[in-house]
């Protein structure tokens, strides 16, 4: 993910910015993300952008480790009031810093982004205990109108609006999480944008 670490610090700012299309959907995620994880755990998040999910998510658990490959997006995070708990790091997705192992990693929509789905998810397992959470929300762009997925984005893509995609499937990408190791709990999407597919899988104890 290092080729795009340029993109994202550029969008930064706009990032920041934009607001929550769906913040329904949005609490419903994170409640049931808080809901599985417990006061003693140890979470790495990748991925984090600027930091609102984690600065949310990190009161309930032990300590929270939030790391994404782009500076500007980790200079934004940490400009937030966040709990005492909760530390920001720059790292890419494959090499994230902390000290494993972890209780769970949690990984919102960074999986489609990724130069290596297999690598970053067997990474992931790598730095679960066993018994550990992966908690992810990926775009399923495969799953998209094919005059979205090959008319719209790559129009944007050649503009510098959107960056390489992955083009997974829902079915895709929870096959591709069982063969790194996982057993997935749970699957599903919410509210109206049923293209963002939350997976809840475990490192087998």
Not at 21 to 44: F, I, Q
Not at 69 to 93: C, G, H, Q, W, Y
Not at 99 to 121: G, N, Q, S
Not at 166 to 192: N, P, V, Y
Request: with cysteine; proline share 7%.
């Amino acid at each position: 993910m290092t080729s795009q670490r340029g993109f994202w610090d550029r969008m930064a700012e706009r990032y920041a910015a934009r607001p929550i299309k769906d913040v329904a959907a949005y609490e419903a995620m994170l409640a049931d993300a808080a809901g599985r994880l417990s006061p003693s755990d140890r979470v790495l998040e990748i991925g984090c952008g600027t930091g609102g999910t984690a600065i949310r998510l990190a009161p309930g658990v032990a300590h929270w480790t939030a790391t994404d490959l782009s500076p500007e997006m980790v200079r934004i995070a940490s400009a937030k009031p966040a709990p005492p708990n909760l530390s920001f790091a720059v790292a890419d997705a494959d090499l994230s810093t902390g000290e494993p192992p972890y209780d769970a990693v949690c990984a919102f929509l960074i999986l489609h982004l990724v130069d290596d789905i297999r690598t970053t998810l067997s990474t992931i397992r790598d730095r679960l205990k066993p018994g550990g959470l992966l908690l992810s929300k990926t775009y399923c762009i495969g799953d998209m109108n094919p005059a979205l997925r090959w008319g719209v984005i790559p129009v944007l893509q050649r503009i510098g609006w959107v960056p390489p995609i992955k083009s997974l499937t829902s079915q895709q990408l929870r096959a591709t999480i069982a063969e790194a190791g996982f057993e997935i709990e749970a699957s599903r999407t919410f509210g109206s944008n049923r293209h963002a597919h939350y997976v809840v899988a475990r490192r087998p104890a």
